[in-house]
């Protein structure tokens, strides 16, 4: 009896995709995120969030950057669906470009925090040793440090603007993805494929980043989104104290900075109900999104 060559088994294989006798992780995964309607609706409203953010000129009815001071502390009506600020801003036009600024902070940071969290958490684990005692101390040294601590020095020093805001997320946010990557590759780089990666003669850098990340792509996924609602709250911390995204820039922090006041939040609520809520919306819809990929990519979960 012959033995079926490699390709044929790769035919076969396709031929079974196709027909659907079997899934692909992809489909497997999808199919499992659909099963958590929280997740489902988190994903649908981000993304309206993100959709907003990107047509913002063509939503907005108004100039955000316009304040018309005869019309100040409006309370909403068909001209104005969010009311007008103390200042005769209109309230809507502001909240949605904010979103486009407060996302774009969150985002970048969310990137920039990959970058230096996975590359220096996988030199740690991959090398070991002293290598990994001597990284891993500098990086309980910052965590030893209260995260909104660390974020207010650091931003109080330089200038404030957005991309100041998102360096200074990303440089506090990247140790804790740093130290799920580590402990993903002290684990990964035990299993055979890494040893016969090594064996074949294939450099450092390629068996890391080509062999060992692409198989922690789970935990990294669901930190990865979970840190963007994170930066939204940072970003928004930072600019209500005045040390992130400045006026005339709108964005939803800076954006509650004008109902610090008593009376403001007595007789004109509506100018930190709206920024508040898309803050509270935009968080929850993210960890939504966050706890459905942390089920559907667990490999236990076989429903």
Known sequence: MSVPKLADNQAILTEWQEQGKIETRSAAVWKRFKKNKLAVVGLIVFSCLILMAIFAPLIAPHDPYTNVYEEANLAPSLKHPFGTDSLGGDVFSRAVYGTRVSLTVALAAMVFTLLIGITYGAVSGYFGGAVDNVMMRI??????????????????????????????LSIVGWTGMSRIVRGEILTLKQRDFVEAARATGEVKPSIIFYHILPNAIAPITVIATLDIAGNILAEASLSFLGLGIQAPTPSWGNMLTQAQDLSTLMFYPWVAIFPGLLILISVMSVNFVGDGLRDALDPRNKN
Do not use: C, E, R
Not at 143 to 163: D, H, K, T, Y
């Open 139 to 168: 990086v309980d040294a910052i965590q030893s440090i209260p995260s909104l601590f660390l974020l207010l020095i650091i931003a109080s020093i330089m200038v404030p603007s957005i991309w100041t805001t998102v360096f200074v």
